[in-house]
Nanobody, 119 residues
Framework: QVQLVESGGGLVQPGKSLKLSCIASGIESFGFYHMAWYRRPAGQESNLVAWISTGGETNYADSMEGRFHISRDNAQNTVYLQMSSLKPEDTAVYFC????????????WGQGTQVTVSS
């Protein structure tokens, strides 16, 4: 059974940094999965934060460009999201998704970790 488990969320002051992790268990060939971080503010829809391909190419939502950095460690079955210069509007549940390289939709989702940016 495949599981994606996020960690690293919490309460942080504006302007500070936070690093999220998403560990995949029960998944074969993690390196064959594109990985993404999404976020869902309270009462709103989910939106893409960042995406990293099997080959390491990355893409970011406009509002995160330059502040967030996505990376992956295939040996550890882990994808990371380094967040810097956090703003109150970054407050949301952050969750990761895994999409097999030739799949048109995401195969697996994590439950998410809460990030709250407040003074």
């Amino acid at each position: 059974q495949v599981q994606l488990v996020e960690s690293g969320g919490g309460l942080v002051q504006p302007g500070k940094s936070l690093k999220l992790s998403c560990i995949a268990s029960g998944i074969e060939s993690f390196g064959f999965y594109h990985m993404a971080w999404y976020r869902r503010p309270a009462g709103q829809e989910s939106n893409l934060v960042a995406w990293i391909s099997t080959g390491g190419e990355t893409n970011y939502a406009d509002s995160m460009e330059g502040r967030f950095h996505i990376s992956r460690d295939n040996a550890q079955n882990t994808v990371y999201l380094q967040m810097s210069s956090l703003k109150p509007e970054d407050t949301a549940v952050y969750f990761c998704g895994a999409r097999y390289y030739d799949s048109s939709s995401y195969n697996y989702w994590g439950q998410g970790t809460q990030v709250t940016v407040s003074s």
